[in-house]
């Protein structure tokens, strides 16, 4: 069974930087993308970015461009989002995400939410002065 555990969120002033976490366990295929999805209030879940566990390819929403960075830690199963310049409308609770690279690949697909087959329990994230 697909485990996704997140972690490092919290209170953030705009401005400021912070860095989430992802554990990943019970993985079955050799490879996923794994991506960061956030939920503002009020709005749909989005996909952040994605980060294939393959080749380290990543894909990121137009919205986040240059303040987010995903990568893999020294452990297979980690995975962080770096987040830069944070501002008040990345306030928001992020997910885990991810999915067999056999289902395909793509930035079409990596983008997009419902391609994503677990997702984590989620970490708020709130960026307020």
């Known amino acids: 069974q697909v485990q996704l555990v997140e972690s490092g969120g919290g209170l953030v002033q705009p401005g400021g930087s912070l860095r989430l976490s992802c554990t990943a366990s019970g993985f079955t295929e050799p490879y996923y993308a794994i991506a960061w999805l956030r939920q503002a209030p009020g709005k749909e879940r989005e996909v952040v970015s994605s980060i294939s566990s393959r080749d380290g390819s990543t894909y990121y929403a137009d919205s986040v461009k240059g303040r987010f960075a995903t990568s893999r830690g020294n452990a297979k199963n980690t995975v962080y989002l770096q987040i830069y310049s944070l501002k008040l409308e990345d306030t928001a609770v992020y997910y885990c995400?991810?999915?067999?690279?056999?289902?395909?690949?793509?930035?079409?697909?990596?983008?997009?939410?419902?391609?994503?087959?677990?997702r984590g329990q989620g970490t708020q994230v709130t960026v307020s002065a």
């Open positions: 995400a991810a999915t067999p690279l056999s289902k395909g690949d793509g930035e079409l697909l990596r983008l997009w939410e419902p391609w994503y087959d677990y």
